[in-house]
């Protein structure tokens, strides 16, 4: 009796450990999927919204299994790491063919389920190119590409794009220049942001953990991230002010800009006072004053583009 209660227990931990590696709270970037739904001012559309949602799934599937080939990429440089030496690949919870089995099932299993919806005129036709597109690119991320300079935050940024790109696709809506513009320049911010504070904690440790990081100082860092900061509130100032955003309600989006400003500002204070910023998911999650913030922006937003306001 005792061997299969073992059993049963060491698949319940590897069950556990597969899921706590999709990293649950990293979803929460797939949610630069509703970009397009709701600043192409559909949001009241509910079948919109059931694509919409479905497309968030398809993209949580296939960023699952891009984590965890990405864990099992950096095994040997998260053991080094003073937090990720404690996720479940790393410490040896779930061995490196269940996490590759896992990923592979849902890469294939989301990208799948996507051609089918798209085959049958659910999601807008593109759908599965741009899904493909996304695995694509963060797979050669995982193995290469996360190697080269500038390059490796480049490609953190057009996985946000994508997610806002496809979101647009799936429900057949023409993409907004300025969503993406304003997408890329957020996911710069955050990825510069990311390295900054990795080069920061890690110190003399930090090329062990990842090898890119001794191309940067936190100097060159800081120098990048002010430019992306200023180009960032000039492009979402643009844009509350442009055609696109104003063509059904006015100039009323511009009262947004002040919670667009707090984030920015505060983020910084984070990661400059609080030597914050590794993990960008962790602070919308656990900061109070940006929880309240971010809730307020989204509010303040769904009230101007539904027309309330």
């Not at 797939?30 to 009241?44: E, G, I, R």
């Not at 220049?177 to 996911?187: A, H, P, Q, R, Y």
Request: net charge positive; hydrophobic share 50%; aromatic share 10%.
């Amino acid at each position: 009796m005792s061997e299969p209660q073992n059993k049963q227990m060491s698949l319940a931990d590897i069950t556990v450990g597969l899921v706590v590696s999709m990293r649950p709270k990293q979803w929460i970037k797939n949610l630069f999927v509703f970009a397009s739904l709701a600043f192409s001012q559909n949001l009241t559309h509910w079948h919109l919204l059931s694509e919409t949602v479905v497309t968030f799934f398809l993209f949580v599937a296939v960023s699952s299994a891009v984590y965890l080939l990405n864990d099992v990429l950096d095994l040997e440089s998260d053991r080094v790491h003073p937090q990720k030496c404690r996720r479940p690949i790393a410490s040896g919870t779930v061995p490196k063919i269940w996490a590759l089995t896992s990923s592979g099932i849902l890469a294939v299993g989301g990208i799948g389920i996507c051609l089918a919806l798209e085959s049958v005129g659910y999601l807008g036709r593109g759908i599965t190119l741009v899904l493909f597109i996304y695995l694509l690119i963060n797979a050669a991320y995982s193995r290469w590409l996360k190697h080269v300079v500038i390059l490796d935050v480049l490609l953190v940024s057009v996985g946000f794009v994508l997610r806002a790109v496809g979101g647009g696709i799936a429900i057949k809506v023409q993409i907004s220049g300025w969503l993406v513009l304003c997408t890329i320049l957020v996911s710069l911010f955050l990825a510069l942001s990311k390295r900054r504070h990795e080069l920061v904690m890690l110190e003399g440790d930090a090329a062990n953990h990842r090898q890119i990081l001794k191309e940067y100082t936190p100097y060159f860092l800081d120098q990048m991230i002010a430019v992306v900061t200023a180009s960032t509130l000039m492009a979402y100032a643009l844009y509350t002010m442009s055609p696109e955003a104003t063509g059904r309600v006015g100039q009323r989006m511009i009262f947004t800009i002040p919670f667009v400003l707090y984030g920015i500002f505060r983020y910084l204070y984070l990661v400059h006072q609080h030597q914050k910023g590794g993990d960008p998911t962790e602070i919308m999650l656990s900061d109070r004053p940006m929880i309240i913030n971010v809730l307020l922006w989204v509010v303040a937003v769904t009230l101007i583009l539904t027309e309330v306001l």
